[in-house]
């Protein structure tokens, strides 16, 4: 099988050969025979490159942004937090919606310039969808009902978003900002508190929430 298209070959340089030589073909003759088959090629070539133009109907515009790494980064003692909330009865958690025992805590940022100051906004995971709280994964012992449950400290106790959905911007009073030619490092202030999602049983409580540094 693997001689078949030397064979080709040769016979096809042999006939090609042939035809411009002997008395029937001057050199006029063969030079004609070349060019009308480069013309030929030529044709081709175009009939395949010109492919026809279709007017279109209409356009699509697609808009994006790539945002930086950031400069800011997480101080020392608000990379891994653990947030102790105080025993308290199930009395106090009987219903649902009911809260108890707010208990504060603070992410603070550094070395954050003065334009990442101000546009830092923290991202909480780690909660189920469309959920205002964080379900207890306690191992053993396990209280059930109750889950935890993080709010602004501004007085609003708005809870935090903690399904990764949307970021929290709200920063500490005076801090993420310029003043006097001087970056004050951003501050999230919080409170976590307990949340009842039914009447709770007595056991143990355990959430965990991760969170990252945005910028918009």
Same mark, same amino acid.
Not at 13 to 29: D, E, V
Not at 35 to 50: N, T
Not at 52 to 61: E, F, H, M, S
Not at 106 to 131: H, Q, V
């Given at each position: 099988?693997?001689?078949?298209?030397?064979?080709? *070959?040769?016979?096809?340089?042999?006939?090609?050969?042939?035809?411009?030589?002997?008395?029937?073909?001057?050199?006029? &003759?063969?030079?004609?025979?070349h060019?009308?088959?480069?013309?030929?090629?030529?044709?081709?070539?175009?009939?395949?490159?010109?492919l026809? =133009?279709?007017?279109?109907?209409? &356009?699509?515009?697609?808009?994006?942004?790539?945002?930086?790494?950031? @400069?800011?980064?997480?101080?020392?003692?608000?990379?891994?937090?653990?947030?102790?909330?105080?025993?308290?009865?199930?009395?106090?958690?009987?219903?649902?919606?009911?809260?108890?025992?707010?208990?504060?805590f603070?992410?603070?940022? &550094?070395?954050?310039? *003065?334009?990442?100051?101000? &546009?830092?906004?923290?991202?909480?995971?780690?909660?189920? *969808?469309?959920?205002p709280?964080?379900?207890?994964?306690?191992?053993?012992?396990?209280?059930?009902?109750?889950?935890?449950?993080?709010?602004? =400290?501004?007085?609003?106790? @708005?809870?935090?978003?903690?399904?990764?959905?949307?970021?929290?911007?709200?920063?500490?009073?005076?801090?993420?900002?310029?003043?006097?030619g001087?970056?004050?490092?951003?501050?999230?202030?919080?409170? =976590?508190?307990?949340?009842?999602?039914?009447?709770?049983?007595?056991?143990?409580?355990? =959430?965990?929430? @991760?969170?990252?540094?945005?910028?918009?």
């Open positions: 099988m693997q001689k078949t298209p030397k064979k080709l *070959t040769a016979l096809f340089h042999q006939k090609s050969t042939a035809s411009c030589s002997g008395s029937n073909y001057s050199g006029s &003759k063969c030079f004609r025979l060019r009308l088959a480069l013309l030929a090629c030529v044709a081709l070539l175009d009939c395949i490159v010109a026809p =133009a279709y007017a279109a109907d209409g &356009k699509v515009t697609f808009q994006g942004e790539i945002l930086s790494d950031g @400069t800011c980064k997480i101080e020392t003692d608000s990379q891994n937090l653990t947030v102790i909330l105080p025993t308290v009865g199930k009395a106090n958690l009987r219903l649902v919606g009911q809260t108890a025992a707010p208990v504060p603070s992410i603070k940022l &550094k070395d954050c310039n *003065t334009g990442d100051a101000i &546009k830092a906004n923290l991202l909480f995971s780690g909660g189920e *969808t469309r959920k709280y964080l379900s207890n994964k306690a191992d053993r012992g396990k209280a059930t009902n109750v889950g935890i449950q993080i709010v602004k =400290a501004d007085g609003s106790e @708005t809870p935090i978003i903690v399904d990764g959905s949307q970021a929290n911007s709200k920063k500490a009073p005076d801090t993420g900002k310029e003043q006097n001087k970056v004050i490092q951003p501050r999230f202030d919080y409170f =976590a508190r307990y949340y009842a999602i039914g009447p709770a049983t007595a056991g143990n409580v355990e =959430a965990t929430a @991760t969170f990252q540094v945005q910028y918009n």
